[in-house]
């Protein structure tokens, strides 16, 4: 599968590409934008400081958003993020509920 366009990731694809899931790394790696949403550097940055490689792993982070859009969360972002959430569960295919960032299963 050939990813083109544009390609928004969160913290776990990042992640995932840095640990070299190939299927990942090729999504990636052929989509002409990545989008970050701002939440993600956070959480990577966050992640940088409570390593033991504080300032390689904060590096690598901001080598990676030099090459994403960083896509800021606004009330237009709201307004899509619920109406793409909505179509995904009208068509049968409902993304969990996100409560501080983890998946709340019900």
Known sequence: ???SGRLAVDTNAVIAYREGISEVCT???EA???ILPVTVPGELLYGALNSAKTKKNEQVIQEFAT???VM???EAVATRYAKVRFNLKKNGTPIPEMIYGL???V
């Open 1 to 3: 599968m050939k990813a």
């Open 27 to 29: 999504l990636i790696d």
């Open 32 to 34: 002409d934008v990545i």
């Open 67 to 69: 090459y994403s859009l």
């Open 72 to 74: 800021q969360v606004d």
């Open 103 to 105: 998946p709340q299963h």
